[in-house]
């Protein structure tokens, strides 16, 4: 089992930053490719930014290309999302979550932290 804590939510107005992160424990984090969806109420959920095992490689969903950022440290077991330019329409619960480098699913998923943009 891998167990994921999300921190660093709030509110934040309009144009904004925020930087979440996501703490890992119970396995080898270097073992697991990391992701961080978000869910607005009503919509589905939606894939925001992936980063590979070593941080080599890493995804972002299109809505949010060029304004957040992740990235990972393999000795602290975190994960964490720059958030840049923010708008109302990113206001979500972000889920961190975590898929082992030979699954193509995640499989293990946190909580949620609460992201709120006012315009």
């Known amino acids: 089992q891998v167990q994921l804590v999300e921190s660093g939510g709030g509110l934040v107005q309009a144009g904004g930053s925020l930087r979440l992160s996501c703490a890992a424990s119970?396995?080898?984090?270097?073992?697991?490719?990391m992701g961080w969806f978000r869910q607005a109420p009503g919509k589905e959920r939606e894939f925001v930014a992936g980063?590979?095992?070593?941080?080599?490689?890493?995804y972002y969903g299109d809505s949010v290309k060029g304004r957040f950022t992740i990235s990972r440290d393999n000795a602290k077991n975190t994960v964490d999302l720059q958030m840049s330019s923010l708008k109302p329409e990113d206001t979500a619960l972000y889920h961190c979550?975590?898929?082992?480098?030979?699954?193509?699913?995640?499989?293990?998923w946190g909580q949620g932290t609460q992201v709120t943009v006012s315009s």
């Open positions: 979550a975590a898929r082992n480098k030979n699954i193509l699913t995640y499989e293990y």
């Open positions: 119970g396995r080898t984090f270097s073992d697991y490719h």
């Open positions: 980063i590979s095992w070593n941080g080599g490689r890493t």
